[in-house]
């Protein structure tokens, strides 16, 4: 397998502009998360998906993030507009919950907003 | 609410010798701990986890953790340091007594630097 994985792996881009993010999870897994890491507030938890439904989504800083999962092997996490200081590296990670509740996590994307 | 708390930001030890990575937990419930590793510029990498049964619980990279109920503990150790192991290292803790049992809280981190 894989593992999981997230496209683009670096990202810059312009304040105001549209961002979107990609992750393929590890294929069964049937949990999805996407993390967000900074310096200054560590890792934290964004949102996560059951079965493709979200179940919480109480980290996402505004309304200026979304995120989908349309598949179980396709989500996305959108910034629109994007702003300085969304700048991070963006982690998604999935995992089965019965018997292996470990999470695997992508390699990050790494976005900077200028 | 659960939470870890990882005492310290940085640990420095010599090749060769012992190391520990401090990690306490606060649950309502029964707890899943887990540790994972981060390389620079890398996700982070699941080492091992405590479910239940053995409080020794052995991991990847010889690495191993002890879960102590009393003391709320679940401390990574590795009987001799690789310059290799020098890296960010999280604890993780999941409340399998809630609701939202599938929520990994993670610790701030510790930064294990081995030197020669």
């Known amino acids: 397998d894989a593992g999981v994985i997230q496209s683009p792996r670096h990202e810059v881009t312009e304040m105001g502009q549209e961002v979107t993010l990609r992750c393929k999870p590890i294929?069964?897994?049937?949990?999805l998360f996407w993390y967000r890491q900074t310096m200054m507030r560590g890792l934290e938890l964004l949102i996560y998906?059951?079965?493709?439904?979200?179940?919480?989504d109480s980290g996402m800083p505004e309304d200026r993030f979304s995120a989908k999962m349309p598949n179980a092997s396709f989500s996305t996490l959108k910034i629109q507009p994007s702003e300085p200081r969304d700048s991070a590296v963006y982690f998604c990670?999935?995992?089965?919950?019965?018997?292996?509740?470990?999470?695997?996590f992508g390699p990050g994307t790494r976005l900077t907003v200028l | 609410a659960q939470s870890v708390a990882q005492p310290e930001d940085q640990v420095n030890v010599a090749e060769g010798n012992p190391l520990t990575v401090k990690c306490t937990y606060s649950?309502?419930?029964?707890?899943?701990l887990f540790w994972y590793v981060q390389y620079p510029n890398r996700g982070l990498q699941f080492l091992l986890k405590?479910?239940?049964?053995?409080?020794l619980v052995k991991g990847s990279y010889g690495f191993e953790a002890e879960f102590n109920k009393s003391q709320t503990s679940f401390h990574l150790k590795k009987p001799s340091a690789l310059v290799s192991d020098s890296a960010l290292y999280f604890c993780a803790v999941r409340d399998i007594g809630t609701g939202n049992a599938s929520k990994l809280t993670f610790g701030t981190g510790t930064r294990l630097q081995v030197t020669l």
């Open positions: 649950v309502s419930g029964n707890p899943y």
């Open positions: 405590y479910i239940t049964g053995d409080n």
């Open positions: 998906f059951n079965n493709n439904v979200p179940i919480d």
């Open positions: 990670a999935s995992s089965l919950v019965l018997g292996h509740p470990e999470q695997f």
């Open positions: 294929s069964g897994h049937d949990y």
